[in-house]
């Protein structure tokens, strides 16, 4: 196996070594580059299109269009930036940010102070910095939701060009018709030196060290920090450049490509015609007619890896190993003190690598000396999933040139986010899984994509995605079943997933073929049942809702009920009625909502039927202060909050001593609030208070609680709950039945070292 593969992409340019590929064949992004924004980090380009300023494309590096969008943004912006999330700034005078998403949709707009005409701007990933009339030199950056002044400089001479870096400290470099240079900070503005043109382009190396400046056909590089220097005049005018070292600068001049660098580098490349040379974070990408070259200087972890003969060792070894040559076990010993950091430098060493068949020949000896040594493989396996992502994002499909370190820069949920944005789902998967985030909302996203696409034949493929996913959100997939107008069947199926009764019933009073009332009344969920009839009443003509009404005793007793606490005259006007049903109804299906008792003749009515002022009406009257904030909501689909929403609310937010009185002024049985407790706790992540409820009696089951646990993918505490019980046997069956086999296998072998366990 020989090292020296690393070496397949690497060529000499100028007496230096750089990874040169071709990662994508012929482009038609040569053809027409009008208008081309690029995105940091080997991301897609935006494209303007000159006769509909509004309406943009999105290409990625591969050529391939993947997105086209009417953004119905106002005419006249001067420059175009991206943002985090995949999502389009456009600026406007005097200092008007408007950010879209990629669908069209604004998300926000914002207002620069200083009013003053913008005269240049330099635009970065994320934001922009503009230079005003009045000198005032500002930066707007999405991640803070602001314009920031800057820096305020005295334009004596017209400022001509402009370039702002962001890094450990922000700097921005204006050339000025005089052919003076400033580096302007938040602190200092300091003047770098005159230049011998006067220049109408300046351009900052990716280090920070270098600058270029061009003017028609002439171009100048020198150190900001030495004597350094060059010029060169070209034959014709300089089309596109871009740094792709410290000091060496890429120029297409006439479809040719030209390399410029300090001290006096100048000579030709032997690529075909060009079009186009884009700087990224830490590559370069040129586009000709053969196709995409990424260029980069050789990452110092594949040329230590090169270089050193340690690393060749552990090569040779693996071979020798395959042919069962005894001086394996002699490098065995020469290399084992090293082998954990041999293995780190070996896995960076593949991230740094772009070709795939390259990665596994390192792949192959990292895993080699784990298995060997016996070492931990969680670098490994992160590893390994990182580079499927690159490996997925670097296809022709996909069409990004992002390398190792330009993945670490972007923030994982804007990387998910833009992948969502450009419809790019495998992409989001891979990411969710990398940075251990839920997938559910990708999924969401790309069922929605799919129903829009595909309607009703899509919704089989994308039930049996869904149902893969831990909690998947299926309201939110009926909400897209209907805005794509897929049809009632369809609808139905979706609806049937969803859990909530009382969210299911809402959905199905829209279907016109449903029958939400049924549903509701075999489910025996008074809340459902009232907000049903409450619709039909809407709905209907009074004789055709009195016709629902005395179609089933049971729905006639749930209004009256309802209709009791909402107007206590009601009562009077209903003959024979059942003051103990009626109560009945009240505390099992926590009917009404929970603003009952908040005025005072509702509780002196309920006090008259039940023929004596109860303690259970004073209570209601002393905890008016957690009922008054409650939502008013009166002739709509949803009444009220119900008095268990309200404890859970009230437990929610921390109160627990006063949803604790609620829920009893209430009658919230016991085991109704100990299941809003848990269902609390799980929603914020606190499980040590799930498993404390262990040592303290409770009205569930330990079955019950342990059951609860396992459901929502916390074994270990499902497991305290399980050791409660009180035979093996029993703990076993459990654990068995929630799809614990591995602890079942413990407590069985635990059972049989107690030696409690009965021979057969």
Not at 128 to 140: C, E, K, P, R, Y
Not at 521 to 528: K, Q
Not at 623 to 646: F, N, V
Request: positive net charge; charged residues 25%; proline residues 5%.
């Amino acid at each position: 196996m020989d090292l020296n593969k690393l070496c397949a992409d690497w060529k000499e340019i100028g007496g230096k070594k750089y990874i040169v590929r071709n990662m994508f064949g012929c482009l038609g992004i040569v053809d027409d580059h009008f208008g081309l924004i690029p995105c940091s980090y080997g991301g897609p380009f935006l494209r303007k299109r000159t006769r509909m300023p509004s309406f943009f494309d999105i290409i990625t590096n591969s050529g391939k269009k993947v997105v086209s969008r009417d953004v119905k943004c106002e005419p006249g912006s001067i420059k175009t930036i991206w943002c985090q999330g995949g999502k389009i700034g456009l600026l406007y005078q005097p200092g008007i940010i408007n950010v879209y998403r990629i669908s069209g949709e604004l998300v926000a707009t914002y207002q620069d102070a200083n009013k003053s005409d913008i005269i240049l701007s330099s635009e970065f990933y994320n934001g922009i910095a503009t230079l005003h009339s009045d000198g005032q030199l500002t930066v707007f950056d999405f991640s803070l939701n602001r314009f920031h002044p800057f820096q305020k400089i005295n334009l004596a001479s017209q400022p001509l060009c402009m370039d702002f870096i962001r890094g450990e400290q922000n700097e921005c470099y204006i050339a000025f018709e005089d052919q003076s240079v400033y580096v302007i900070r938040e602190t200092e503005i300091v003047f770098v030196k005159k230049v011998p043109f006067v220049p109408n382009t300046i351009l900052i190396s990716a280090t920070g060290t270098y600058l270029a400046i061009t003017n028609n056909n002439r171009i100048y590089i020198f150190s900001i920090a030495s004597e350094e220097e060059s010029i060169f005049t070209a034959p014709y005018p300089i089309d596109s450049f871009a740094f792709f070292d410290e000091n060496r600068v890429i120029a297409i001049i006439n479809s040719k490509t030209y390399v410029f660098g300090v001290p006096n580098i100048n000579f030709e490349l032997p690529f075909a015609k060009a079009s186009l040379v884009v700087q990224d974070t830490d590559h370069t990408k040129l586009y000709t007619t053969d196709g995409m070259y990424f260029i980069q200087p050789i990452p110092y972890a594949i040329g230590s890896l090169v270089k050193n003969k340690k690393f060749h060792k552990l090569f040779t070894m693996r071979d020798l190993y395959e042919k069962e040559d005894p001086n394996f076990i002699t490098l065995l010993r020469e290399v084992e003190s090293e082998a954990p950091r041999s293995i780190s430098t070996l896995l960076f060493a593949a991230q740094s690598v772009i070709d795939p068949t390259l990665q596994e020949l390192i792949l192959s000896v990292a895993i080699f000396l784990i298995h060997i040594f016996g070492l931990d493989r969680s670098e490994y396996i992160y590893t390994i999933r990182k580079l499927r992502m690159l490996n997925t994002i670097r296809s022709p499909e996909f069409g990004f040139t992002t390398t190792a370190q330009g993945l670490d820069l972007m923030q994982p949920v804007h990387t998910i986010e833009f992948a969502m944005e450009m419809n790019f789902y495998e992409f989001a998967y891979r990411a969710c899984n990398l940075f251990d985030y839920n997938s559910s909302l990708v999924a969401i996203s790309w069922a929605t994509t799919m129903f829009y696409l595909h309607g009703d034949k899509s919704l089989s493929q994308v039930i049996g995605k869904i149902e893969t996913i831990q909690s998947p959100d299926y309201a939110a997939l009926v909400n897209a079943a209907k805005s794509s107008h897929m049809s009632s069947k369809s609808q139905e199926i979706l609806i049937d997933r969803v859990r909530n009764p009382k969210q299911k019933c809402i959905f199905l009073m829209r279907l016109p073929q449903a029958q939400p009332l049924e549903y509701a009344l075999h489910t025996l969920d008074g809340e459902a049942i009232i907000r049903t009839l409450y619709f039909n009443k809407l709905k209907l003509t009074p004789p055709g809702f009195q016709d629902v009404l005395t179609s089933n005793p049971r729905a006639l007793d749930h209004y009256v009920a309802y209709k009791k606490f909402v107007d206590p005259k009601v009562l009077t006007q209903v003959p024979d009625i059942n003051v103990a049903r009626l109560m009945m109804y009240l505390m099992c299906y926590e009917v009404p909502p929970a603003r009952f008792g908040k005025l005072p003749d509702q509780m002196f009515a309920l006090a008259r039927l039940m023929n004596k002022k109860t303690v259970w009406s004073k209570n209601v009257r002393r905890h008016g202060k957690a009922l008054l904030d409650l939502e008013e909501k009166k002739e709509t689909l949803e009444p009220g909050e119900t008095p268990r929403e309200c404890v859970r609310r009230i437990f929610k937010d921390g109160n627990h001593e006063l949803a604790m009185k609620v829920a009893k002024r209430y009658h919230v049985t016991p085991r109704m609030y100990t299941n809003i407790q848990l269902s609390v706790f799980k929603e914020v992540g606190n499980w040590n208070s799930i498993e404390n409820m262990a040592n303290m009696k409770q009205p569930l089951s330990y079955e019950e609680f342990a059951k609860f646990c396992a459901e929502n993918g916390n074994k270990p505490v499902a497991m305290v709950f399980i050791r409660k019980m009180k035979s093996y046997e029993k703990m076993i069956e459990l654990a068995k039945s929630l799809g614990m086999e591995n602890e079942a296998n413990i407590l069985y072998n635990e059972w049989v070292k107690s030696g409690k366990k009965p021979k057969k």
